[in-house]
C-alpha cells in the first residue's frame, strides 16, 4: 500500500515541478532520497544504559532498529576512546521514509512548544535539508512517562534537487511548514 504523501508526490508535486522549473523529462524532477535521523549521546560515556534508551527511542520513532555510531577519534578532553559508542542513526528509505515524512509534518512539527515554522535557512546548498529536534517528545510514540531523560535528534531530509530552491519548493509542496 503506498503512502498518502507518496500518491500525492505521483500525481500533484511532480507536475507543479515540472510547470514550475521547465524540466523536459519527468525524471529532472527532485524527489526525496532518503531521510536520516541521528542522536548523539554524549553521556554514553560514562553510563552505558543511556545508549540503550537513546535506541529503544529512535527505534520507535522510525519503525526500524538504529545503528550504533561508534567514536572516530579518541579526545583526552571528553574521555573519549576510539571506537566507543556515541549516538544512534537510522536512515529511512521507500515507504518508510514518506510514513515517517507525513507524521513529522502533520503530527509532530505541530507539537514543538511556541512553534512558528521551520527556518528556511537550513539548506546546505547542495538541496539537502537539516532539521534539528530539542526534545523527542513532539513524537507520538514516545510516551512522557516513559522517559528519563529528554534528548534532541538531527533529521536530514536528502533530496535529488540541485540547488536550495528546487528543494525548499518541493519540501514546500510536501507541506513543511517553513517560517516567514
Known amino acids: ?63 526500524q532498529k538504529p545503528l550504533v555510531t561508534k567514536a572516530k577519534k579518541s579526545i583526552a578532553g571528553f574521555r573519549l576512546r576510539e571506537g566507543m559508542s556515541i549516538g544512534a542513526k537510522v536512515t ?33 546548498g547542495r538541496g539537502n535539508y537539516t532539521l534539528g529536534v530539542r526534545e523527542q517528545l513532539i513524537f507520538p510514540e514516545i510516551d512522557y512517562d516513559d522517559v528519563n531523560r529528554v534528548r534532541g535528534l538531527d533529521i536530514v531530509i536528502v533530496t535529488t534537487a540541485n540547488t536550495d530552491e528546487e528543494s525548499h519548493e518541493l519540501l514546500a509542496q510536501f507541506g513543511m511548514p517553513f517560517a516567514r
Not at 28 to 52: C, E, R, S
Not at 94 to 100: H, I, K, L, N, P
Request: proline share 4%.
Open 1 to 63: 500500500m503506498t503512502s498518502r504523501l507518496r500518491k500525492q508526490f505521483d500525481s500533484e508535486i511532480v507536475p507543479h515541478m515540472m510547470d514550475k522549473f521547465s524540466y523536459k523529462s519527468i525524471m529532472q524532477a527532485p524527489k526525496i532520497d532518503k531521510i536520516v535521523l541521528n542522536m548523539g549521546v554524549g553521556d554514553a560515556v560514562t553510563n552505558a544504559k543511556n545508549l540503550d534508551e537513546a535506541v529503544s527511542e529512535l527505534a520507535l520513532i522510525s519503525g
Open 92 to 124: 529511512l528509505r521507500g515507504e518508510r521514509m514518506y510514513d515517517f515524512l507525513d507524521k513529522l509534518i502533520n503530527v509532530s512539527l505541530p507539537r514543538v512548544r511556541d512553534f512558528h515554522g521551520v527556518s528556511p535557512k537550513a539548506f546546505d
